[in-house]
């Protein structure tokens, strides 16, 4: 006896491929956005890390910089400190240097030469006087110049020719003479002295 299937197998068989088609096209779109979210929420994980790292960072930033404006407030004053310290020093160093002024005047100043007026500002001296002649004037500042650690730069500002009279009919003719020097500082005349006593300890 032969069978005969008269039913639309055809029509059923693509049916079913259709279905299975857009069962396996739904499965894969939710399987997609389920990666999709996954992975969004990973980068949303990442970005939320590094913000809160970024905010650490600016914080421990904060407390770095508000640290250097101490540090650079204690640098100033201890630089201020500092300043102060070396004014006292160089003002209990520099109470003696009127007297070696004064001493090294006398030592240094040739027979015929004689200070009329002398003025100081801070370690400039200023030297007015008279001498007999030119050549005295130079001695002299030769000797301020090489014989004293107390004294350095010499510089002679005028020279004028000039008469004085030591009795009303006995005028003689002098050198007026006007020059500055710079007074040396106590801490630096001693390193003079010292170099100086040293080099001639080798001779």
Not at 7 to 24: C, D, G, I, S, T
Not at 97 to 120: F, M, R, W
Not at 161 to 182: G, M, Y
């Amino acid at each position: 006896m032969i069978l005969i299937n008269l039913l639309p197998h055809r029509e059923a068989a693509r049916k079913r491929r259709r279905e299975a088609f857009q069962a396996v096209m739904l499965a894969s779109a939710l399987v997609g956005l389920a990666i999709a979210a996954a992975i969004y929420w990973w980068f949303q994980m990442m970005i939320t890390d590094q913000q809160d790292r970024n905010n650490f960072l600016r914080s421990e930033i904060g407390v770095l910089e508000g640290q250097i404006k101490e540090i650079a407030t204690i640098e100033e004053e201890i630089a201020a400190l500092q300043a102060r310290q070396k004014a006292v020093e160089d003002l209990q160093s520099d109470r003696n240097l009127p007297v070696h002024l004064l001493n090294e005047l006398v030592a240094q100043l040739p027979d015929g030469v004689y200070i009329t007026s002398l003025k100081q500002i801070d370690q400039t001296v200023t030297m007015q006087g008279m001498a007999q002649s030119n050549e005295r004037v130079s001695e002299m500042l030769r000797n301020l110049a090489n014989n004293t650690p107390w004294f350095s730069k010499p510089e002679l500002v005028e020279i004028v020719a000039a008469n004085v009279a030591l009795t009303p009919k006995d005028q003689r003719r002098v050198a007026s003479f006007n020059l500055r020097f710079r007074l040396v500082r106590s801490a630096e005349a001693q390193k003079a002295m010292e170099a100086a006593s040293a080099v001639a300890a080798r001779k």
